[in-house]
T-cell receptor
Framework: GAVVSQHPSRVICKSGTSVKIECRSL??????MFWYRQFPKQSLMLMAT?????????EQGVEKDKFLINHASLTLSTLTVTSAHPEDSSFYICSARTRTYNEQFFGPGTRLTVL | AQKITQTQPGMFVQEKEAVTLDCTYD???????LFWYKQPSSGEMIFLIYQGSYDQQNATEGRYSLNFQKARKSANLVISSSQLGDSAMYFCAMREGHGSSNTGKLIFGQGTTLQVKP
């Protein structure tokens, strides 16, 4: 299957700082990428849909000024958690959709801990 | 609104036995796709199997098969001959639409933690 990478895999930061997470499709072009958030022992919740060259579409209840998403190229989307607080600590996972539409591949996830 | 329900928070199965993980869904869209993913403790989401709403036959991928009962809106995952490495969290997910008309958005169930006993 296609490969999606995320960087960093783990990050610890101080409250008030901003953290950028990268999601890359390594061997295919992804016109659409998705960002999910997962709390321990819980399900994945879709945060936003990232389309190359346009503004991201956020799900209800997700603060767009808090979670900045940029999809600058067909292989890269970034999520920036601005002014992070301890409640933002979570597992963030991206996924990328292939041009065939029926397949979607997930990155390995980024574990964010805000102190 | 679309909804995915997994009613089994945790399951145990003996090694080499088969196990069925339940998943029911609700949608008003006649075109949709159903997915199963495995999430081990490392956190990565591993795609297991896909079933399209118009597919006539149940999907199968190696030891995984999907028992698709459209009228009952259920899409249970069957793992045959369980292995210790199958111990993980399993998620059922749904995507509305098909082909180029689908948004790609996945809605996930609550997940089922499977533990395989030696």
């Amino acid at each position: 299957g296609a490969v999606v990478s995320q960087h960093p895999s783990r990050v610890i930061c101080k409250s008030g700082t901003s953290v950028k997470i990268e999601c890359r499709s390594l061997d295919f072009q992804a016109t659409t990428m998705f960002w999910y958030r997962q709390f321990p022992k819980q399900s994945l919740m879709l945060m936003a849909t990232s389309n190359e060259g346009s503004k991201a579409t956020y799900e209800q209840g997700v603060e767009k000024d808090k979670f900045l998403i940029n999809h600058a190229s067909l292989t890269l989307s970034t999520l920036t958690v601005t002014s992070a607080h301890p409640e933002d600590s979570s597992f963030y996972i991206c996924s990328a959709r292939t041009r065939t539409y029926n397949e979607q591949f997930f990155g390995p996830g980024t574990r964010l801990t805000v102190l | 609104a679309q909804k995915i329900t997994q009613t089994q928070p945790g399951m145990f199965v003996q090694e080499k036995e088969a196990v069925t993980l339940d998943c029911t869904y609700d949608t008003s869209d006649p075109s949709y796709g159903l997915f199963w993913y495995k999430q081990p403790s490392s956190g990565e989401m591993i795609f297991l199997i896909y079933q399209g709403s118009y597919d006539q036959q149940n999907a199968t991928e190696g030891r995984y098969s999907l028992n698709f009962q459209k009228a009952r809106k259920s899409a249970n995952l069957v793992i045959s001959s369980s292995q210790l490495g199958d111990s993980a969290m399993y998620f059922c997910a749904m995507r509305e639409g098909h082909g180029s008309s689908n948004t790609g958005k996945l809605i996930f169930g609550q997940g089922t933690t499977l533990q395989v006993k030696p």
